[in-house]
Each structure stands twice: as C-alpha cells, then as structure tokens.
C-alpha cells in the first residue's frame, strides 16, 4: 500500500458525460500527478500540481481540467467523454517534485 | 526527445530461473531512472530507483538494477523468479521541466512465469 488513495476505483459512464476522479495523497507529499494508462498510448503524463498551484502540462485534452485543494487532495475532471477516454487513471504524489512518485490504484473508467 | 525503450513486450520464464528484464533510455543529462511493477488490477509499485551513486540499485522483493552510462540502459534482474513475479514492469526515467518533473514510462513487459 503506497498511501495514495484513488476513488472510485471503477467508473461506467456513457458518451458526452462529466466525471470526477478523486486523488488523496500522502499525508507528507506536497506533489500530486496525473497520469493516464491506455492499450495504444501506453502511460502519459496528464498534469502536476504543487501545493496548490498547477506546475505543468502534458498530453491532457482541453476538455480534462484537474485541481488541487487546500487540504492537498486532488480531483481531475473529465468532460464531454468520448469512447477513446476509456483508460485506467492513475495519480501519484511526492514530496517535492524530485523525488520518488507513489502512485495510488487507479480509477479505471469505461466510457459505453 | 526524452524517451524509454523496453524491447520486449513479453517475457516467459521457468519459476526458479533468472530474469532479466531491459531498458534503454535516451536522456541529455544524468537521468533519474526508475522500475515500477504492476500487477493485474492493481497500481504501480515502486521496485527500485537510480538516482546517482552506485551504478548497481538493490530494490525490493529481491530485484536489482544496474545503470549503465555507456549503453544508455537500465537492466532490471532478478536471480531466481518466483510465480508470484508474474506481472507487467515499467521502467521510466525522470524528467525535469522549470518547476515540475514528470515520468516517462516504456511501454512495458508483460512477464510470465511457468511453474
């Protein structure tokens, strides 16, 4: 157990739907991280956030947006799901953004 | 462009046997180098990490790693496989980007393990 928590850890919706993915991580790290998991992209990283403040960008759609709250959690939101949304999503936390990722189990989503 | 090559999708070996498992990584600076383990239905966990030092990284459950400059690899190893082994492996490397860092994952080897 890594100490990351992820809910839900399955999530079936339909097309054109909104969904929100939760993210706690380690009660030290400051750092949480997105990542996506699919059979043709493999995993790619989403976003990172720092203590509250977005620190940079990777291969996220402009229709995904993530945000990290005061307390640290985090939540990534992704709307008007299309079927290639379909992946498992992972988060991961760190320290500081140097140091080693914990990644949490996943939220896999399915969109029908 | 940063990225990570694992070249072999699939691995089958005989529990008992050795295992290795191969990386190779393109990176400009000295790279921060990781395997992560997962298994089905479950997230990634940590195997072990190369940040600088030592060139051979003692993880858990009984795998090393060794980090090798000159050919731009970071071969995972394991002695002796155990059934429970049977997993997909990742190896990644560290990037930094200004304020942020980010990993860059190979597309993984799935192992097998026959009894």
């Known amino acids: 157990d890594s100490g990351v928590t992820q809910t839900p850890k399955h999530l079936i919706t339909a097309t054109g739907q909104r969904v929100t993915l939760r993210c706690s991580p380690r009660s030290e790290d400051l750092s949480v991280y997105w990542y996506q998991q699919s059979l043709d992209q493999g995993l790619q990283f989403l976003i990172h956030y720092y203590n509250g403040e977005e620190r940079a960008k990777g291969n996220i759609l402009e229709r995904f947006s993530a945000q990290q709250f005061p307390d640290l959690h985090s939540e990534l939101n992704l709307s008007s799901l299309e079927l290639g949304d379909s992946a498992l999503y992972f988060c991961a936390s760190s320290v500081t953004p140097q140091e080693t990722q914990y990644f949490g189990p996943g939220t896999r989503l399915l969109v029908l | 462009a940063q990225s990570v090559t694992q070249p072999d999708i699939h691995i089958t070996v005989s529990e008992g046997a050795s295992l290795e498992l191969r990386c190779n990584y393109s990176?400009?600076?000295?790279?921060?180098l990781f395997w992560y383990v997962q298994s089905p239905g479950q997230g990634l966990q940590l195997l072990l990490k190369y940040f600088s030092g030592d060139t051979l990284v003692q993880g858990i459950k009984g795998f090393e790693a060794e980090f090798k400059r000159s050919q731009s690899s970071f071969n995972l190893r394991k002695p002796s496989v155990h059934w429970s082994d049977a997993a997909e492996y990742f190896c990644?490397?560290?990037?930094?980007?200004?304020?942020?860092?980010?990993?860059?994952f190979g597309s993984g080897t799935r192992l097998l393990v026959r009894p």
């Open positions: 990644a490397v560290g990037r930094s980007m200004d304020s942020s860092y980010k990993l860059i």
């Open positions: 990176y400009g600076a000295t790279p921060y």
